[in-house]
Nanobody, 114 residues
Framework: QVQLVESGGALVQAGDYLKLSCVIS????????MAWYRQVSGSQRELVAS???????EYIDSVKGRFTISRDNTQKSVWLQMDSLRPEDTGVYYC????????WGQGTQVTVSS
């Protein structure tokens, strides 16, 4: 059984930083493009950042220059370094493939106060 386990979320102040972690367990190829998604209450999940198996990254405009996605294929892990956090970064963050698998982890809550 494949599981996605996200961690690292917290309540922080604007301008602070966080590093989110995601570990994928189970028998699954980790060559997929991976991504971090964000969901704000009442809204659909949006893709925030993605990274190919070889390390090519993409970001939505609002996080460019502040967030950095990385991965370790041997550890089946993905990270999201989040710097200069803003209140609008608040949400539940999930990692998944891009495009996503049908299953999701529990996510990790990031709350940025102004």
């Amino acid at each position: 059984q494949v599981q996605l386990v996200e961690s690292g979320g917290a309540l922080v102040q604007a301008g602070d930083y966080l590093k989110l972690s995601c570990v994928i367990s189970g028998r699954i190829s980790f060559l997929h493009r991976m991504a971090w998604y964000r969901q704000v209450s009442g809204s659909q999940r949006e893709l925030v950042a993605s990274i190919s198996g070889s390390g090519t990254t993409e970001y939505i405009d609002s996080v460019k220059g502040r967030f950095t996605i990385s991965r370790d294929n041997t550890q089946k892990s993905v990270w999201l370094q989040m710097d200069s956090l803003r209140p609008e970064d608040t949400g539940v963050y999930y990692c998944n493939a891009n495009p996503p698998w049908t299953f999701w982890g529990q996510g990790t809550q990031v709350t940025v106060s102004s």
